[in-house]
């Protein structure tokens, strides 16, 4: 399968901690997208990282992309209540195909 | 104002019904997309389009098809309806399909309910 593999399927915090998420994927890409679901919500857009990138960062956000190991990390430094959602990695071929993990279910707790 | 909307939010429905959902934005993009969320949260895409012209068919039922009237517009029409098609749609929209416009914008989903 192409599609990326997220690690790990859940995770549970305390507010202020910081949560790092996996994602390992097997093709060659163009670039790696990190998304956000809240429940029952759509997907937002967090950060997209081309292959020939190594690291981005976004506000709280950290991406870093190793193609050698074909895997990205998401990290979210001080997290917040808010931060409760679903992450999804996503791989991008052609024609802007993504294909998207099982995702990373982060809850996080006051 | 909502970039990429949907209709209907939540769709019920009988087995063997044809039913359509809707997709419009406002954000003046290239490329729309149709993408399927099982009741695992795993996403797949279905279908893309780029100005009007069809970019990408994944393997999907023929009951599928989707149709794109312009490039703000990307409805997709579902024939004789399984159970199996239970799962929620999303939309999603992006400026083009390469050259750094690639960002994808997604509706809030339709929750489609086969009984």
């Known amino acids: 399968s192409q599609q990326g593999e997220e690690d790990p399927q859940a995770l549970s915090i305390q507010e202020g901690e910081n949560a790092t998420m996996n994602c390992s994927y097997k093709?060659?890409?163009?670039?790696l997208q990190w998304y956000r679901q809240n429940s029952g919500r759509g997907l937002v857009h967090l950060i997209l990282i081309r292959s020939n990138e190594r690291e981005k960062h976004s506000g709280r956000l950290r991406v870093t992309l190793d193609t050698s190991k074909k895997s990205s990390s998401l990290l979210i430094t001080a997290s917040r209540a808010a931060d409760t959602a679903s992450y999804f990695c996503?791989?991008?071929?052609?024609?802007?195909?993504?294909?998207f993990g099982a995702g990373t279910r982060l809850a996080v707790h006051p | 104002d909502t970039a990429v909307s949907q209709t209907p939010k939540y769709l019920v429905t009988q087995m063997g019904n044809d039913k359509s959902i809707k997709c419009e934005q406002n954000l003046g993009h290239d490329t729309m997309y149709w993408y399927k969320q099982d009741s695992k949260k795993f996403l797949k895409i279905m279908f893309s389009?780029?100005?009007?012209?069809?970019?990408i068919n994944e393997t999907v039922p023929n009951r599928f098809s989707p149709k794109s009237p312009d490039k703000a517009h990307l409805n997709l029409h579902i024939n004789s309806l399984e159970l199996g098609d239970s799962a929620v749609y999303f939309c999603?929209?992006?400026?083009?399909?390469?050259?750094?416009?690639?960002?994808?914008?997604f509706g809030p989903g339709t929750r489609l309910l086969v009984l």
């Open positions: 996503a791989i991008s071929g052609g024609y802007n195909k993504l294909i």
């Open positions: 093709t060659s890409i163009n670039n």
């Open positions: 999603a929209s992006s400026q083009d399909s390469t050259g750094g416009k690639e960002t994808q914008y």
């Open positions: 389009y780029n100005n009007k012209e069809l970019i």
